[in-house]
């Protein structure tokens, strides 16, 4: 039987590029790793290729993207299964098929991350799932380029009835895509979708928020700080739609104040509340998020419990100075805030810091505001969020939770 690999042209790694790392499993080729001739550069984008290391022994079958400083992603190893027109319907299928099984071990309700890029074989695909709606993030061209079959397998295998695209972020721009976000399947929600997490309640704009409309990767952060928060009075900054804040009140905080500079967000974070009942104990703040927390404090406001989860002030190596020293700046602003033997909790979502330098970031800020602090627990992203094992970027979420 004629493998699969032969259907498809070939690029090669130049001689001193290291094929070990993609033996091993790394997922990305670079285009400086690559031989790039003038047939190379005329790829199609999205198109699979043969990757061969430079004695033409093969690697693996990757979609190529001339258009990308990541020219090829890894897609299965050489010897894979593949149709000769590159992944169809079944193809993803199987993929999907395989992320939603550990998803409904993880998860007794369809509210997930159902798709996490590389490390659910699906390079550059971001699938988030709400109920019987999907929402679709194909920041890679390949996936792009195949969205009818990827839509089709989806509904398929999960059986939702509404697919979006998503097409915001800086992703997409990189790989040459547009910024066009639409309805692939169904019809597109005219309400916010209540996402049950953790006891809280959640709304989601799955049409007009950030990214997917929820962020599901601090869920077991969000567990965390609600067993710190029985009878306490809590603080959530850069809160985006309540997440750390609704959740405390879940666990049975006192009170809880969430700032954010998206009214949207914060209307959606009080239409949380009241759905959960919990209205008359949340307050928001909207506005710059530094200037609030000296605000607070020199209102003299204190808490038991403050969580900052800020964007990622670090989103590329080249920021990552300039991303440490906000990171410390929120550390500093916020620990004079935290009642003594109170908690303070502070996030970073930036993979270009690793835990390392964010925690130092984290405990200057907290040494230059005066506090002692002791860190007694340290989050991920929840296993919706798998990391793969060669790609630190995937494991970009670290919480760091200190008693001062």
Not at 83 to 92: E, K, L, S, T, Y
Not at 168 to 181: I, K, T
Not at 254 to 274: H, K, T
């Amino acid at each position: 039987m004629q493998p699969s690999s032969s259907f498809f042209p070939t690029i090669r790694l130049k001689p001193k590029s290291d094929p070990r790392k993609i033996r091993h499993g790394f997922p990305w080729v670079y285009a400086n790793e690559l031989v790039t001739d003038r047939r190379t550069k005329a790829l199609t984008p999205g198109a699979v290729a043969l990757l061969e290391d430079a004695d033409r022994a093969p690697l693996a079958l990757v979609a190529v993207n001339p258009e990308s400083r990541i020219f090829a992603r890894v897609l299965g190893r050489p010897d894979a299964e593949m149709p000769q027109g590159g992944p169809d319907r079944a193809w993803f299928a199987a993929r999907l098929q395989r992320a939603l099984d550990l998803r409904e071990r993880l998860f007794d309700a369809p509210f997930y991350r159902l798709i996490h890029a590389e490390a659910d074989g699906l390079p550059g695909v971001i699938i988030d799932r709400f109920g019987d709606t999907a929402v679709v993030q194909p920041n890679a061209a390949w996936a792009d380029a195949r969205l009818e079959a990827l839509t089709e397998a989806l509904v398929a295998v999960t059986g939702v009835t509404n697919v979006l695209k998503s097409a915001s972020g800086r992703a997409r721009g990189l790989e040459g895509l547009d910024d066009v976000s639409a309805t692939l399947a169904g019809t597109a929600p005219d309400a916010p979708v209540p996402v049950q997490m953790n006891g809280a309640t959640y709304m989601a704009d799955v049409t007009g928020g950030q990214k997917t409309g929820l962020f599901y990767d601090q869920r077991p952060n969000h567990a965390f700080a609600a067993r710190l928060s029985q009878g306490a009075k809590v603080l959530d900054v850069f809160s985006h739609v309540g997440g750390f804040g609704l959740a405390c009140l879940a666990g049975g905080a006192d009170s809880a104040v969430a700032v954010d500079g998206s009214a949207p967000a914060l209307a959606l974070a009080e239409q949380g509340a009241e759905a959960m009942g919990a209205g008359a104990r949340f307050e928001t703040r909207k506005g710059d998020a530094f200037a609030q927390l000296e605000a607070l404090a020199a209102e003299g406001a204190r808490f038991d419990v403050v969580i900052c989860d800020p964007p990622a002030f670090a989103p590329s190596k080249q920021a990552l100075e300039a991303g440490l020293r906000a990171y410390e700046r929120v550390a500093r602003l916020a620990a004079p805030l935290v009642t003594e033997g109170g908690f303070l909790g502070l996030c970073s979502c930036s993979h270009a810091a690793d835990l390392s330098k964010f925690r130092a970031a984290s405990i200057r800020g907290i040494g230059r505001a005066g506090r002692d602090a002791a860190l007694i627990h340290t989050g991920q992203a929840g296993p919706d969020h798998p990391m793969h094992p060669q790609l630190a970027e995937s494991g970009y979420l670290k919480a760091l939770f200190f008693r001062l």
